[in-house]
């Protein structure tokens, strides 16, 4: 799992550890197993919510998808090819190899190992998420990870953006103890802000614990809190839950985050942390278009239909395996 990655820990700036008596752990509400499913040109992925949990439950986030981690044979790699969005934004990030996204608003470019694509759709938008030429016909690695992010109904219609979140732009921290290393793709944690300029308040982050290891973070106690495992075995909750790869933590109230690591030296545990606050507006959502009313959903598919939400270009409308 490349991502990105420091050879000595201990250089980076630390989260300080809660203090006992003055924070209170947030407990493990539920723990979600994610159901697999195809996706796009026939993506494998993990799908925790929705599905297992509601999207009102996810609240401020609407789907979380995992492809991977897997190594893709020459030609087999995919993706997904042009489709419409509206009412939310989609954040996908890069873990190990690569893709190429396109939209009709003038955005897009590579996205490699440790890098984020942050997609406001807002009012609108095509867009299209492929492999490179160069991944398609190579195959190799490959494992993303995409979360939808609400938009309340005053942003619903905002003008659609699309942001680059590169790799060495990422605010890297490690834990008291050093052994863990946690990569904030946005928002904020114990004073430290990730790059990705956010519409809804949310914390985005990627965290790897050494074997053993354990994090204990700060987390605003007006925001929800998920974890989901990438990789590996650990425990979540001060009451030490026992969690695995596939799987979504569910916290409930309070003011910090426990995870650990299990003692197995040859596994990694990865997590990603995130959590925002609760938008707890209606959600009407068909396919790509998330609103707040079905006239709101009805609108998008005739928009869309007439061509309102962009027009793909005219030399990438044939069928495409790859960018």
Not at 108 to 132: C, F, K, N, R, Y
Not at 242 to 250: N, R, S, Y
Not at 259 to 284: C, H, Y
Not at 291 to 303: C, G, I, P, S, W
């Amino acid at each position: 799992m490349p991502a990105i990655t420091v050879d000595d820990l201990l250089v980076l700036p630390r989260i300080p550890r809660p203090l006992p008596g003055t924070s209170i752990a947030r407990p493990v509400a539920r723990v979600i197993t994610a159901h697999r499913q195809f996706e796009g040109a026939g993506i494998a992925i993990h799908r925790p919510f929705p599905g297992p949990m509601s999207m009102v439950d996810a609240d401020p986030f609407l789907l979380l998808d995992h492809a991977g981690p897997t190594v893709n044979a020459p030609e087999e790699t995919s993706g997904a090819p042009w489709h419409p969005h509206r009412g939310f934004e989609t954040v996908t990030y890069v873990l190990d190899g690569e893709i190429s996204h396109h939209d009709t608003n003038g955005g897009g470019g590579v996205i490699g190992e440790g890098d984020t694509q942050w997609m406001t759709a807002g009012s609108g938008i095509l867009h299209d998420e492929l492999p490179t030429e160069r991944m398609y016909r190579a195959g190799g690695p490959m494992h993303i990870v995409q979360l939808w992010v609400n938009l309340p109904a005053s942003l619903k219609m905002t003008s659609a953006r699309y942001q680059s979140v590169t790799r060495d732009t990422l605010r890297l921290l490690t834990s008291d103890d050093g052994g863990a290393l946690v990569r904030l793709i946005a928002g904020d944690i114990a004073g430290f802000s990730g790059p990705g300029s956010t519409h809804t308040p949310i914390t985005y982050a990627h965290a790897t614990l050494a074997p053993g290891a354990e994090l204990a973070m700060p987390w605003s106690p007006l925001f929800s809190a998920f974890v989901y495992v990438l990789t590996g075995r650990g425990t979540a909750g001060a009451e030490g839950r026992p969690v695995e790869a596939d799987q979504l933590v569910v916290f409930g109230p309070g003011d910090h985050l426990v995870l650990r690591a299990t003692d197995r030296p040859s596994e990694q545990f990865d997590v990603l942390l995130l959590g925002g606050l609760p938008i707890r507006e209606p959600v009407v959502h068909h396919g790509p278009f998330v609103m707040n009313t079905r006239q709101e959903v009805v609108q998008a598919l005739e928009d869309f239909q007439a061509g309102r939400l962009g027009v793909i270009p005219a030399d990438q409308l044939a069928p495409r395996k790859f960018s």
